[in-house]
């Protein structure tokens, strides 16, 4: 509805919409004109509402217009607004809103003032080399960590609003002349066409981004860290900010994303090689392990050396369980242990790990419940998942269900069911960009990124499985 | 022209699913027909496929449409539709001595405990799954594969060369030609694997050069097998044809394996693994045409029907397939050599689009 003349008619529409006790609704004048200062209490800074608004308001006398009210105010960000939806939508923002009798026009000004955490390293991805600066609930500070790396003009920010309830404020982040265009229009049309009470997380988003709603497999990527964000969006992707989450949404996603950490970047390309061929076998190691013994015990003995054959024989002797279900059983156990530490009070983690680790294990094992080698595997393909933590939960349960199909069919059964997930991970596309990329389709130049890591120098072009606008990323000089 | 595949993935393509099949049985059928010269039985099955790719390479240059198109432009509506309905029944053949092979090798020697059918039957699931895929994903998996195969291929190979004896081979030729024929005529069944570049056509842009790739890769792949062959008999020579299994046969009297244990599973897993892909290749061009015959838009349909069908082929004739070994080994060999490696010959004098316009026009 449009602001009329009339203060007295606005105000009443307004406060008929604002009903809740934390709304201040604030007689004021200016001259000879009457006014009312509207903001919520506990979100709007007081002591720059009085100097910038409410000091210059008060030395105006006599006969007072528009065009002395513009001049007035010493806020920065100002804005006029002529409908009470939009005026309404702006207090609960954190504005404040004047409005004068005989203007049918308010002003609003962003005064907002939250408390925040501060900035500190996120705990997902601690470095032990590099910056360790990490983003923060607060869409205004993670925009300006953003600011203070890429200080061009082409790096632009969209804004965007969701949640029926929420108002949640959501930001597409990306650099003009590098990320696709088609991208950005996309993803901002899916990101307005999101109807939902409210936006909690960036989580929320991303499961809306997503073009697969049922895969397990990860459709976008994320980042708490400033400098990754910077490099990838450097590389052609599309950020997506939401007020009140940390963890910043990349698209498009590639797999591969998840096995390069932070540090690579920063140690030497060879350490960061052999850190990363590390996480993709142990990656593999963790998900095939319980799954491959289990095919082995039950069906396969002649795949087992005879000396370590020997071995097994005598620990299992006398356990109640099937192998299948005594992996099964001891791998939920691992789960319900690492839930359980995740969500303790940290005072009692110790306990835990001692329970746990000393007491459950040991005394399994030695109470024969569970065997000795089954236990080893579980814990090393617990262990070994946890190299590459943004996988683990996707990871685990394809540990599962390879566990469940070795059990059953064996290693054959296992054979098939890992072709039916390469199969599905070559075709899995999202945003036109395969998942499986540089591996499939095979992108030669982009491995120099991909299982191993190459010499920074020698990564003359942005990667080619991420469509971009310009190629060249950097120019070695006397090179053409 | 919007194509689905790079040369890249078609050369690979061959490096990845050409050897996995040909290294269960095939081995030893060569070495009871030919013995010794089995090598040479190998070799003019290879240098038929390879006059075949050959002719091919040179359709693949002038076509601007995929070979669908280049049987509608040459036989009219009709014509095309029966020579595809051949080569539908030319794939289900094809697919089933390597699919039943691979079955007996998963219940008689991989299931050390539970010998059981169904251990082999969740295979059709994946072919199925596969076959509902657009020909990209194909490439794509060639991608990966290729690497698989080469590693298993070599673990393999590195394992038993030092249990050579290359002089198994001497003397050459002793055997006559009609062994070394009656060998290559019963390996029509496993070869022939040219004609899937038939299908190939027009789903890649063709540069300059590529035909050199792709026929190079061919044959890298062939001698691949051919190597293999030959190391198989000059291990086991006279008795190579009792090995049934080539494939967990070859390594065994490895040292590394003596001490250390069967090492050589490893290549052996490799190599199942890519074979489950290779094996479902027929399948898969069976019901890519399938659904061009009928204008099935529903890829899943025509999937069912080849998958579905090859299963209950199997399962009904499990008991008498030394019955359907005997008629594919004698009398569908004419059959693969016409669809497999003389059809493919006159691919280049098929009519492109450019060709049929120009008649029209005139």
């Known amino acids: ?52 608004v409410l000091r210059p308001l008060s030395k105006l006398q006599g006969n007072v217009g528009k065009s002395e009210l513009s001049d007035v105010f010493l806020s920065p960000e100002k804005k006029l607004v002529t409908d009470t939806d939009d005026i309404i939508d702006q207090v609960l923002s954190g ?90 229009k996309l993803l901002k049309k899916k990101i ?57 949404i990349t698209v498009p996603y590639l797999l591969v994303e998840d096995f390069q950490s932070p540090g690579d970047y920063y140690n030497s390309a060879y350490s960061a090689t052999v850190a990363r061929i590390i996480r993709l076998f142990s990656v593999v190691l963790s998900t095939l392990l319980p799954a491959f013994f289990v095919a082995a015990e039950l069906f396969h003995l002649q795949l087992i050396p005879l000396s370590f054959l020997l071995t097994i024989v005598s620990s299992i002797k006398g356990i ?161 | ?62 076509a601007d449409t995929d070979f669908f198109g280049l049987l509608k432009n040459s036989f009219g509506n009709v014509g095309s539709k029966i020579i595809l309905s051949l080569y539908v029944v030319y794939f ?36 199925f799954y596969i076959s509902v895929k657009k020909i990209r994903v194909i490439g794509r998996c060639a991608d990966v594969l290729w690497a698989i195969t080469s590693l298993g291929f070599l673990l393999l190979v590195g394992l038993s060369v030092s249990n050579v004896d290359i002089q198994a081979l001497l003397p050459f ?29 027009g789903q890649f842009a063709y540069k300059k050069k590529d035909g050199l790739k792709i026929f190079f890769t061919y044959l890298l792949a062939s001698f691949a097998i051919l190597l293999f062959m030959i190391l198989f008999y000059c291990i086991f020579t006279s008795t190579a044809h009792r090995q049934i299994f080539s494939l967990t046969e070859i390594s065994k009297y490895s040292s590394v394996i003596i001490n250390i244990g069967r090492f050589d599973y490893i290549g052996i897993l490799l190599i199942l693994f890519a074979s489950v892909f290779s094996m479902s290749m027929p399948l898969y061009f069976a019901s890519l045409i399938l659904s061009e015959i009928t204008g099935i838009k529903k890829s899943w349909i025509s999937a069912l029907i080849i998958n579905g069908g090859m299963f209950v082929f199997l399962m009904l004739f499990s008991e008498f397939f030394s019955t359907v070994q005997y008629y594919i080994f004698n009398y569908a060999g004419i059959y693969f050599l016409i669809l497999g490696n003389l059809f493919p010959l006159f691919t280049p004098l098929l009519k492109t689009e450019k060709k049929k316009n120009a008649l029209y026009q005139n």
């Open chain 1, 95 to 184: 504005f404040a809103a004047a409005i004068f009798d005989s203007v049918s026009e308010a002003f609003t000004f962003g005064l907002i003032k939250f408390e925040k955490r501060a900035i500190t390293e996120p705990p997902t991805s601690a470095v032990i080399k590099g910056p360790r600066e990490g983003f923060v609930e607060s869409l205004p500070v993670n925009i300006s960590l953003m600011r203070r790396r890429i200080k061009s003009s082409n790096l632009q920010f969209e804004n965007l609003t969701i949640g029926t309830y929420s108002k949640t404020a959501v930001a597409i982040c990306y650099i003009e002349g590098i990320a696709d265009k088609k991208l950005v």
């Open chain 1, 192 to 248: 307005s066409e999101i109807d939902i009470d409210a936006v909690l997380d960036s989580s929320y988003v991303a499961k809306f981004l997503g073009e697969h709603k049922t895969s397990i497999f990860k459709q976008v990527g994320n980042t708490e860290k400033p400098d990754i964000l910077t490099a990838k969006i450097l590389e052609g992707r599309v950020a997506v900010f939401v007020d009140g989450s940390p963890i910043v």
């Open chain 1, 1 to 52: 509805m449009k602001l009329s003349t009339d203060l007295k008619k606005n105000i009443k529409e307004i406060k008929k919409r604002l009903t809740s006790q934390d709304i201040e609704f604030l007689d004021i004048k200016a001259g000879n004109l009457d006014g009312v200062l509207i903001f919520v209490k506990d979100i709007t800074d007081k002591e720059s509402l009085g100097e910038l």
């Open chain 2, 173 to 201: 030729g002793v055997r006559g030609a009609k062994s070394i024929l009656s060998g290559s005529y019963s390996a029509l069944s496993w070869y022939g694997d040219s004609a899937y570049l038939m299908f190939l056509i």
């Open chain 1, 320 to 480: 109640p369980l099937s192998p299948s279900f005594e992996m099964f059983f001891t791998l939920m156990i691992f789960e319900i242990l690492n839930e359980a530490s995740v969500r303790m009070p940290k005072y009692v983690g110790m306990v835990v790990s001692i329970v746990g680790g000393l007491v459950l294990g040991e005394t399994a094992v030695s109470a024969g419940i569970i065997s000795a080698p089954t236990l080893m595997i579980v814990a090393l393909s617990g262990i070994c998942l946890y190299t590459v933590p943004e996988l683990e939960q996707t990871f685990s349960l394809i540990r599962l269900l390879f566990l469940l199909v070795a059990g059953s069919f064996g290693g054959y059964g296992l054979i098939l069911a890992m072709a039916g997930t390469l199969i599905y991970l070559v075709s899995f596309e999202n945003y036109s960009t395969p998942l499986f990329a540089p591996f499939s389709p095979l992108i030669v130049s982009d491995l120099k990124d991909g299982i191993y890591k190459g010499f920074l120098i020698e990564q003359t072009n942005r990667p080619e499985s991420i469509k971009t606008h310009n190629k060249t990323r950097m120019k070695i000089k006397g090179e053409k």
């Open chain 2, 1 to 62: 022209m919007q194509y689905q595949l790079k040369t890249r993935q078609i050369c690979l393509f061959f490096v990845a699913f050409l050897p996995v099949t040909k290294i269960f049985m095939l081995p030893s059928v060569f070495e009871k027909f030919a013995e010794n010269d089995m090598w040479i039985s190998c070799l003019c099955n290879i240098i038929l496929d390879l006059a075949a790719v050959f002719a091919m390479i040179f359709a693949c240059r002038k």
């Open chain 2, 92 to 127: 289900f053949i094809k697919a089933i001595m390597p699919i039943n092979e691979q079955k007996d090798y998963i219940e008689i020697t991989f299931y050390a405990t539970l010998p059981n059918i169904f251990t082999f039957v969740p295979f059709f699931l994946i072919s």
